[in-house]
Nanobody, 126 residues
């Protein structure tokens, strides 16, 4: 099992930036595929971004392409989500997720991830 702790959320004005971090422990970090998901009030948790074991391959939901960047630092056991040009519709609780067996074709699917963090709130004001 992997323990995940997110940080970096907060309140920001539209057009601003935030960087989320997710620190992992409990399993060899470079064996993990990692994803970011978000859940707005009254909505289902949705995929935002994912990164493969090597960091070479990344996936994004269309609504954040060109604005968000996922990256990982295997030396620090940490995955990041750099969020630029934030919009009010980006407001949500953001969750980090990890899995050691997920296939590339299913990296965007919430149900494929076994381990989850507690979430960090991101609020974008207009």
């Amino acid at each position: 099992q992997v323990q995940l702790v997110e940080s970096g959320g907060g309140l920001v004005q539209a057009g601003g930036s935030l960087r989320l971090s997710c620190a992992a422990s409990g399993r060899t970090f470079d064996s993990l595929a990692l994803g970011w998901f978000r859940q707005a009030p009254g909505k289902e948790r949705e995929f935002v971004a994912a990164i493969g074991w090597s960091g070479t391959n990344t996936w994004y939901v269309d609504s954040v392409k060109g604005r968000f960047t996922i990256s990982r630092d295997n030396a620090k056991n940490t995955v990041y989500l750099q969020m630029n040009s934030l919009k009010p519709e980006d407001t949500a609780v953001y969750y980090c997720a990890a899995d050691s067996k997920i296939a590339a074709a299913t990296m965007t699917r919430r149900v494929e991830y076994d381990d989850w963090g507690q979430g960090t709130q991101v609020t974008v004001s207009s």
